[in-house]
């Protein structure tokens, strides 16, 4: 799964909307329930910090598999979503799994996600 940039990407991308979910179903509820803000800004921080790792690898798998601006925006928007990363996810390992890992983009043009 590492050796693939999709790969990469989706590995990420999986830990940051669980991040996401975790900052929104238990963080914030114990910060205005439980007057516990430590646990937002502990989730936040990791969250924030698998939000960069995501937007980095996506912009590493654009360019090693020469995606369209609009895919790109796809994946970023994903990214902003509480369940966009594991949406996005299934398109992104359909991609991935047509093609061989370690390939750069296919000799008939862009891939699609």
Known sequence: MWSHPIGRLRAIALAEGVSFLLLLGVAMPLKYVADMPMAVRVAGWIHGLLFIAVVYAVSRAAGQLDWS????????????????????????ARQQAGQPTGASAPAGGRERI
Do not use: N, W
């Not at 970023?76 to 996810?89: C, H, K, Q, S, T």
């Open 69 to 92: 601006r609009g895919q790109v925006a796809k994946v970023i928007v994903a990214a902003l979503l509480p369940f966009g990363p594991f949406v996005i996810d299934r398109s992104l």
